[in-house]
Each structure stands twice: as structure tokens, then as C-alpha cells.
């Protein structure tokens, strides 16, 4: 997918712009540059750099979404207009460079779009530390979305004992606090 697109952005047109496609690390996949430029030379100003980068996260999908990490989210969030996301979807694994070019979909608002999730996933995160912390001899697990209270040893070791658990039944179920049906 990646030699497409860097095929589809080889043209002419692009290149007559000045633009330069990178590969880059984490966050996003590759980096569109300008250089502001001068009779062929790249002329640098003392006040502004004179260049610009445009992130572009590309994704490829057999199906209906296109998944970003935590990372790529906040990368986006934090470059809201310089961070740009393609989504490629495909029909097979064996994408041609026509497919690309008729299918690919840039996405040019996704850090804005992603902001308030982004900001909610944070306020969730810290709950759920929170609520994970054992208090009261209670500890929470939320593993794959699954939670589980766990009650730890020293609250149920102080439980009661059969012989005591006998006689708080035959407490609660008294005459005088008789449990009725409705």
C-alpha cells in the first residue's frame, strides 16, 4: 500500500509544487513538506521558517472503519491542521494503484473530528485507575472490557463462620422480621 501511495503522489504536479513525500515514525505515516523556494533556491526566513509539514496517517480496510492507535489520535489532535488521515478501502488484499486513486479518502478535519473522544478516553483512563485502586479491601479488574470486583482477604476472612452464619439466618428469618412475597 505504501509503494502505491507513494507512486500516486510522485507526479509531476506534486513535484511542480515543491512537495516532498517522507516516511515518517510513530504517529503518522508519512510527511508532505514544502520548502518555500526561490528561483531554485530554499529561502529561509529569520522571523518564520518558511516551511510547512502536512502528516498523513494512511489506512487500508476490508471493512466499514479504519482503526488509529492512542497515539496516532493524539498526534492528529495536537497537529489539527497539519495532520491529515487517508483511508484506502479495499475490495481484496491486492490493491492496484487505480483502486487507490479512485477509492482513497482524506479525511483533512480528523484531529478536530477526534478531540472530545480523545479527551474522553482520558477522563475514562483516569476513572478507571481510580476506581482499580483497592480501597476497602475491594479492587476492581477491567481486563477486555470485563470487570470484576474482587474482594479481598481481608474482608471476607473476618466473615462469618458456619455455626455464625446459621445463626444469622435463623436472626434474619424470625417471626418478627418475617420476609414476605409480593
Not at 88 to 97: A, G, K, Q
Not at 129 to 156: D, F, M, N
Amino acid at each position: 500500500m505504501e509503494d502505491l501511495f507513494r507512486q500516486l503522489f510522485s507526479s509531476p504536479e506534486i513535484a511542480a509544487l515543491g512537495l516532498r513525500l517522507r516516511r515518517t515514525g510513530i504517529g503518522s505515516d508519512f510527511a508532505f513538506e514544502s520548502d518555500l523556494v526561490d528561483e531554485g533556491e530554499e529561502r529561509l526566513f529569520e522571523i518564520t521558517s518558511g516551511k510547512k509539514e502536512l502528516l498523513v496517517e494512511l489506512k487500508s480496510t476490508l471493512g466499514s472503519c479504519a482503526k488509529m492507535t492512542p497515539y496516532q489520535a493524539a498526534t492528529s489532535a495536537a497537529n489539527p491542521n497539519a495532520f491529515v488521515l487517508c483511508v484506502v478501502p479495499l475490495e481484496d488484499r491486492n490493491p492496484t494503484i487505480e483502486l487507490v486513486m479512485t477509492s482513497s479518502r482524506f479525511v483533512c478535519d480528523i484531529g478536530a473530528a477526534l478531540k472530545t473522544k480523545i479527551q474522553e478516553v482520558l477522563e475514562f483512563e483516569a476513572k478507571k485507575a481510580v476506581a482499580s485502586t483497592a480501597s476497602g479491601g475491594i479492587e476492581v479488574s477491567i481486563t477486555g472490557g470485563e470487570i470484576r470486583y474482587q474482594v479481598l482477604e481481608s474482608v471476607w476472612v473476618a466473615g462469618k463462620s458456619v455455626p455464625e452464619f446459621i445463626q444469622y439466618l435463623i436472626a434474619f428469618f424470625s417471626p418478627g422480621d418475617a420476609v414476605t412475597d409480593l
